[in-house]
């Protein structure tokens, strides 16, 4: 039987999940560059959701040391501080890293993006604005 991480299913899934988050730490910034060595990891662990194992939306990226500490005993979902579809940009799929993000209200000046309590009242503030406009028209 061919170990899990070196069957071709695997090798396919985890480009797919470098392709599209890239190759950055999703908990701590590090990328290869930092002398770290990258991984993808299972959000929900593989040791206990074995059926999670194939799907790319149980999978981030994490340098070895967050991966490794992480282990099976946390369930932490990094991509949500990571990425996020913005609700501004046309509902675009980005990252603190993209250029475009300049043009992300979820964006906070201090460079990291403004925690989800605070998307959230910018969405608020965003929604009863447009609908005051909506009223007053």
């Known amino acids: 039987m061919i170990d899990f991480y070196q069957s071709d299913e695997w090798k396919r899934l985890r480009y797919a999940v470098f392709d599209r988050y890239g190759n950055r730490c999703m908990c701590c910034g590090k990328t290869p560059w930092h002398s770290v060595v990258m991984h993808v990891d299972h959000i929900k662990p593989r040791s206990k959701y074995p059926e999670l194992a194939l799907e ?31 609700p501004f940009s046309g509902g675009k799929f980005i990252n603190e890293f ?26 608020l503030s965003y929604l009863t604005q447009n609908n005051d406009d909506r009223e007053a028209a």
């Open 56 to 86: 790319i939306e149980n999978l981030q990226v994490l340098c070895e040391d967050c991966n490794l500490g992480k282990s099976n005993l946390f369930e932490t979902d990094w991509r949500a501080w990571f990425h996020h579809e913005c």
């Open 98 to 123: 993209m250029p475009e993000i300049v043009d992300c209200r979820c964006y906070h000046p201090t460079g990291r993006f403004l925690n989800i309590q605070d998307r959230w009242a910018v969405r």
